[in-house]
Antibody, heavy 122, light 112 residues
Framework: QVQLVQSGAEVKKPGASVKVSCKASGYTFTVYYIHWVRQAPGQGLEWMGWMNSKSGGTKYAQKFQGRVTMTRDTSINTAFMEVSSLTSDDTAVYYC???????????????WGQGSLVTVSS | DIVMTQSPLSLPVTPGEPASISCRSSQSLLFNNRSNYLDWYLQRPGQPPQLLIYLGSYRASGVPDRFSGSGSGTDFTLKISRVEAEDVGFFYCMQDLETPWTFGQGTKVEIQ
């Protein structure tokens, strides 16, 4: 079955960077986009951006421009998201999720990974 | 950015009874006069969200037919024909017409 398995929880100090991984299985990785969404404790969902798994092309929400980098390694069917210059406001569960075969498909994002908790604390 | 507004934010429900959630967008989600770029998600306690409805009214694979989506343009509704105990959690609408994709605030559904 289609599955996304993410890396484990991380604790980082303010100013540091974190890199979260998302390993895909059960489908052809390069056919579908990967999206990243985060959820601060007790809060709602916030879309961060998407990555074209085939070309590596990306689109980030303006809020994260310059601080977020989405990459992939097609040899191991894994997507990565790195967030730099962390602050306490970045404490959240970060989810990867599979999108459609293009960013305009309107097919939603599903399934989602189990989430990776990133805690930023001094 | 497109602002998504859900109501109510809290919805006590009774098993076996119907329920509905409204979602309004700050601009039309209708593209090419054909498709509404609006999804619905359910996040059960302690779980990642799961897709229920895409393009306004299409049920995702494996989603029970008690869930239905309707609406067009800026006003959308998710209906549950008969609530079951497993339907508790937060429901979110999301627009995927323009980046940044944006979510509603979420509606907490709980058994009363």
């Amino acid at each position: 079955q289609v599955q996304l398995v993410q890396s484990g929880a991380e604790v980082k100090k303010p100013g540091a960077s974190v890199k979260v991984s998302c390993k895909a299985s059960g489908y052809t990785f390069t056919v579908y986009y990967i999206h990243w969404v985060r959820q601060a404790p007790g809060q709602g969902l916030e879309w961060m951006g998407w990555m074209n798994s085939k070309s590596g092309g990306t689109k980030y929400a303006q809020k994260f421009q310059g601080r977020v980098t989405m990459t992939r390694d097609t040899s191991i069917n894994t997507a990565f998201m790195e967030v730099s210059s962390l602050t306490s406001d970045d404490t959240a569960v970060y989810y990867c999720a599979r999108g459609g075969p293009d960013f305009w498909s309107g097919l939603g994002i599903d399934p989602w990974g189990q989430g990776s908790l990133v805690t930023v604390s001094s | 950015d497109i602002v998504m507004t859900q109501s109510p934010l809290s919805l006590p429900v009774t098993p076996g009874e119907p329920a509905s959630i409204s979602c309004r967008s700050s601009q039309s989600l209708l593209f090419n006069n054909r498709s509404n770029y609006l999804d619905w998600y359910l996040q059960r306690p302690g779980q990642p969200p799961q897709l229920l409805i895409y393009l306004g009214s299409y049920r995702a694979s494996g989603v029970p037919d008690r869930f239905s989506g309707s609406g067009s343009g800026t006003d959308f509704t998710l209906k549950i024909s008969r609530v079951e105990a497993e339907d508790v959690g937060f429901f979110y609408c999301m627009q995927d017409l323009e980046t940044p994709w944006t979510f509603g605030q979420g509606t907490k559904v709980e058994i009363q």
